[in-house]
């Protein structure tokens, strides 16, 4: 099953990649920080970086556009 994510109205198929065993967060007792890529298809995209949010305390997400995904029928939107 492929995940989706609002953007920016439309739920939209992602492909998620996980990073972990960042820098400590002393806000979490220094457990390491982590962060979500996730790609999107955009077909005029550059490879951009649509957005960065911190979700959570010391865990965020990357919102990375990128027209390699668009040749994969079921990232398309």
């Given at each position: 099953q492929?995940?989706?994510?609002n953007i920016?109205g439309?739920?939209?198929?992602?492909y998620?990649v996980?990073?972990?065993?960042?820098?400590p967060?002393s806000?979490?007792q220094?457990?390491?920080?982590?962060?979500?890529?996730?790609?999107?298809?955009?077909?005029?995209a550059?490879?951009?970086?649509l957005?960065?949010a911190?979700v959570?305390?010391?865990?965020?997400?990357v919102?990375i556009?990128?027209?390699?995904?668009c040749s994969h029928?079921?990232?398309?939107y």
């Open positions: 492929i995940p989706t994510k920016e439309q739920m939209t198929p992602y998620p996980e990073l972990g065993n960042g820098t967060c806000l979490r220094n457990r390491p920080r982590s962060s979500t890529l996730m790609y999107i298809c955009h077909p005029e550059k490879h951009e970086i957005s960065v911190e959570t305390t010391c865990e965020y997400e919102v556009l990128t027209p390699l995904l029928p079921k990232y398309r």
